[in-house]
Nanobody
């Protein structure tokens, strides 16, 4: 069974930074896309960023473009989300996701097959 394990969440003041990490555990699996999604209380889950595992092409939601950076370290089998200039509206549970398919719509959560349990990010004003 594949599990994605997120880490790095926490409480930070507005304007601060956090770096989230996501690494798989369990059996080896094929992945083409890795993504980050978030869900704030009372809101639907939304796309944050995605990256193609092999070539490193990146995709961002407009709300985080220029502030967040997704990257991956193939040797460490880990994907990262560097979050800078954080705002209170970035407060949410952040989820890591993976898809082995090459034909997905990257910003659609249902396209991803594997998910982590989530890590809380809280930005105070």
């Amino acid at each position: 069974q594949v599990q994605l394990v997120e880490s790095g969440g926490g409480l930070v003041q507005a304007g601060g930074s956090l770096r989230l990490s996501c690494a798989p555990s369990g059996r080896a699996f094929s992945r083409y896309y890795m993504g980050w999604f978030r869900q704030a209380p009372g809101k639907e889950r939304e796309f944050v960023a995605a990256i193609t595992w092999r070539l490193g092409y990146t995709y961002y939601a407009d709300s985080v473009k220029g502030r967040f950076t997704i990257s991956r370290d193939i040797a460490k089998n880990t994907v990262y989300l560097q979050m800078n200039s954080l705002k209170p509206e970035d407060t949410a549970v952040y989820y890591c996701a993976a898809s082995p398919r090459t034909d997905i719509v990257v910003f659609t959560g249902s396209a991803y097959e594997y998910w982590g349990q989530g890590t809380q990010v809280t930005v105070s004003s």
